[in-house]
């Protein structure tokens, strides 16, 4: 059962998300609102019973409702409701901008991606390195910004340091948008060299990442060879609030307390 809810709720928070991405085609929000916002009444009462339906299932609720899940079923959920307590035009401007809040129900779909912490567990392992790396680039980035700010000067456009560094951040990314450019010839030759750097520095994180989602993936191998494949399943502990048991599990690997009390 638990896992059907699970189904339910992933093809419920889908169709939620496109429901909000329907309402902001003027033209199909115009000719379909009423089944939109019939809809999503709808979803927001099933939102609203689940989340409720899990602060009352745990015995220590403000885990959950402090919890990262927890502020985002929240924010994901309130947006509708507050249409009730503004009233004029101009504030309904706003409360509209309130609902896209609902676009955070998608984080919601992570909890169902078996892969997720195998991948998060890579990008924790090499955060360290990451940092390195980010903060090698800003030292680039306003090296070379300053740079181009003395040779450039106000009339190619590089009328401060900071606008100079947003160009060089530009350019090494590979992004180049052309609303600056470099004319002197020093210049010019400057800006190729951060091009070219620019396709090397993207390959970096990139890099660092699958590395260690390889070495995750090849300690998980090790251990399906040696141990049977365990199915688990997105159970809560109602104490500890625990996920990812067993199937058919009766405690809770993290705090020793029955699963189901009944």
């Known amino acids: 059962m638990g896992k059907s809810f699970d189904i339910l709720l992933?093809?419920?928070?889908?169709?939620?998300?496109?429901?909000?991405?329907?309402?902001?085609?003027?033209?199909?929000?115009?000719?379909?609102?009423?089944?939109?916002?019939?809809?999503?009444?709808?979803?927001?009462?099933?939102?609203?019973?689940?989340?409720?339906?899990?602060?009352?299932?745990?015995?220590?609720?403000?885990?959950?409702?402090?919890?990262?899940?927890?502020?985002?079923?929240?924010?994901?959920?309130?947006?509708?409701?507050?249409?009730?307590?503004?009233?004029?035009?101009?504030?309904?401007?706003?409360?509209?901008?309130?609902?896209?809040?609902?676009?955070?129900?998608?984080?919601?779909l992570v909890r169902f991606m078996g892969e997720a912490s195998q991948l998060k567990e890579a990008i924790k392992s090499s955060r360290a390195k990451i940092a390195v790396f980010i903060y090698t680039v800003l030292i680039l980035s306003v090296i070379m910004?300053?740079?181009?700010?003395?040779?450039?000067?106000?009339?190619?456009?590089?009328?401060?340091?900071?606008?100079?560094?947003?160009?060089?951040?530009?350019?090494?990314?590979?992004v180049g948008y052309g609303d600056i450019a470099p004319v002197t010839s020093v210049g010019q030759i400057i800006a190729a060299i951060i091009m070219i750097l620019g396709y090397g520095i993207i390959a970096v994180p990139t890099g660092i990442v699958t590395v260690e989602f390889a070495k995750q993936g090849s300690t998980a191998n090790k251990k399906d060879k040696n141990v049977k494949e365990i199915h688990t399943n997105t159970q809560s502990c109602p104490h500890c609030t625990a996920e990812n048991h067993q199937d058919n599990a009766k405690f809770c690997y993290e705090c020793g307390n029955y699963l189901n009390e009944h």
């Open 145 to 174: 910004g300053t740079v181009m700010y003395l040779i450039e000067g106000a009339e190619a456009g590089f009328t401060s340091i900071p606008r100079s560094i947003y160009w060089t951040i530009v350019t090494l990314t590979t």
């Open 10 to 108: 992933f093809i419920i928070i889908i169709l939620s998300i496109v429901l909000v991405m329907l309402e902001s085609i003027k033209s199909f929000d115009a000719k379909y609102h009423d089944y939109l916002y019939t809809a999503e009444w709808v979803i927001t009462v099933f939102f609203t019973i689940e989340y409720i339906a899990r602060i009352i299932s745990i015995k220590k609720p403000l885990k959950y409702i402090f919890s990262f899940y927890g502020i985002v079923d929240l924010f994901s959920t309130i947006p509708l409701y507050l249409s009730f307590f503004f009233a004029g035009s101009q504030v309904f401007l706003a409360v509209r901008a309130l609902r896209l809040l609902r676009v955070f129900r998608i984080l919601k």
